[in-house]
């Protein structure tokens, strides 16, 4: 019988040379160079380079796409929250579905297939931006597995009807829960409901944290406390933390040996750190982004997501992770090739481990599939290589043409 597709001339990152990669009943068959086989689906991959895919693991999907409606001034936190508030009152699920799903789209085209998006549910939101969003992951679940993590944006304890909200959210399709702590007048107390919430429904937490260049106001420690204390190693992200950015080396690496330690993950969104951060300084601003790549080196894990498209958080942006691990990478400043290969990871596998998805290309594994236009991740990150194509268990999801060249036939060259 025939297999379902064989993809030749894919390079893998454990093989040295191109192989093929053959597929039945949405799972990886065999992987080896030259193998003889008949498929439904036979496609040349001309020696680029296949990967599980990006993987997105802090988006806002229901606040995307809202520029038409917000007046962008200072360019601050505080401005973008307020802003968005007002805005968020006027959503409908159908204006929720309609951005969200432009963004999925835009998304997948650019090679990401697994993404956690926040959900804000409070009373100005109400479960309409919910609803909204289930039906985005229902509606693309072909080509992207989506966690919805339901969250309070605006604080918890000065209005307790979103605590009953996130509650609900939770037993109705949420996936994990988050807070950010931050915006509410009791930031220690907001940390302990939402862990209280994350314990009676046993999900998983995700906090934005510390989005400031001040050390000294932090709320990380209520943080580590509460996920020492509640055995959650392991089921903990942090979101921002640009703080970090402004700490001197040795007290950012006792943060980061602390943070491995409890096992709390640390997620950078460069666009809008970069974007946010440092407004009251009219020259020398601060590039005001966690440096993840060190905080690894203390061993935690890390990861560099979107957060948000074409809002007042940041009014730029096109759901592509290769384009944010370049940015971060021109950023940081990292060139060699050893970095570039980390920053390919903060996009790829570490998200995913932080997801807690199984990730990877292997023999009896799911068929799950992207290829760049580039040979390997480094090339890929370097050039910000587009994606060319997609599979979601076998099944093909996207394709992206090369550009062609039209050159000038008097010049005698082709291609
Ligand atoms: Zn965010």
Known sequence: MKAQLVLRNARLLQHQGPVDIVVRNGLIE???????CDAVDDEDLEGKFVFPGFVDSHIHLDKACILDRCSICAGTLEEAVRETAKAKAGFSEDDVFARASSVVRQAILHGTNRMRTFVEIDPRAGMRSFEAIKRVRDRFAFAIDIQICAFAQEGLTQEPETEAMLDLALSSGADLVGGCPYTDPDPQAHVARIFALARKHDVDVDFHLDFSLDPSRTDLPAVIEATRAHGYAGRVTIGHVTNLSALEPQARAVIGRTLAEAGIALTVLPATDLFLMGRGQAFNVPRGIAPAHLLAADGVATAIASNNILNPFTPLGDAALVRMANLYANVMQL???????????????????????????????????????ADDPRSAVRTSALALGGWKA?????????????????????G
């Open 30 to 36: 065999e992987i080896g160079p030259g193998i003889r």
């Open 335 to 373: 060139g060699r090739d050893a970095e570039i290969d980390q920053v390919f990871d903060m996009v790829s596998r570490n998200p995913a481990e932080i997801m807690r998805i199984v990730y990877g290309l292997r023999v009896g594994g799911p068929a799950d599939m992207v290829v760049l236009d």
């Open 394 to 414: 076998g099944r093909k999801t996207f394709s992206r043409p090369r550009a062609r060249l039209f050159d000038d036939p008097a010049s005698g060259l082709e």
